[in-house]
């Protein structure tokens, strides 16, 4: 009897101890990639964008928007992979091609009105990374 007491004992005690406890070994989870150059170029061609549109470039808004969309396509974009990423991702998309439709056809309003669609993608974006991380961009690179 007290043979058997002990086992069940024993048996209670690993299975409470190798429960789903987080263990120091546990790898973190969603670690951070470290910022890659290509999201800092996002920024760089959003701001040449901006000057485009303000000095009435239509070369240079197109340059940058093709830029934008290059970028968009790379491996190292995709950071998470969630949905509302994705989504996020086509708005910038679209937005960044009609962008470069509106330059080629000299429309300065039409391409102006996308870029604001790109900047809500980008802020909306960050948004949404911020919350599944649970972090803000700067003090990620510890
Ligand atoms: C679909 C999501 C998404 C969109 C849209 C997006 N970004 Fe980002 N951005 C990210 C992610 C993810 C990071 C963090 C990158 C990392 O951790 O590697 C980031 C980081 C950045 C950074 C920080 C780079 C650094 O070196 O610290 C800047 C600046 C930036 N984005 C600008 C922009 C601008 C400007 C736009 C719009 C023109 C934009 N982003 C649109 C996902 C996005």
Redesign the pocket.
């Known amino acids: 009897m007290r043979t058997t007491l002990l086992v069940c004992f024993a048996v209670l005690s690993v299975t409470i101890l190798s429960g789903d406890h987080p263990s120091a070994a546990e790898p973190k989870k969603a670690e951070?990639?470290?910022?890659?150059?290509l999201?800092?170029d996002?920024?760089k061609?959003?701001q040449l964008l901006l000057e485009g549109l303000a000095l009435n470039d239509f070369e240079k808004i197109q340059k940058s928007a093709e830029e934008?969309m290059r970028i968009?396509k790379a491996a190292?974009?995709t950071?998470?992979k969630t949905p509302m990423?994705e989504v996020?991702?086509n708005?910038?998309r679209r937005a960044a091609e009609t962008i470069i439709k509106k330059a080629k056809e000299k429309n300065v309003d039409g391409a102006t009105l996308a870029y604001v669609d790109?900047?809500v993608?980008?802020v909306?974006?960050?948004q949404?990374?911020r919350e599944v991380r649970n972090t803000s961009?700067t003090p990620?690179h510890e």
Do not use: Q
């Open positions: 951070l990639p470290k910022v890659n150059p999201m800092a996002k920024l061609n959003a934008l968009s190292e974009w950071v998470l990423y996020n991702t708005n910038f790109m900047t993608s980008c909306r974006c960050h949404h990374c961009f990620i």
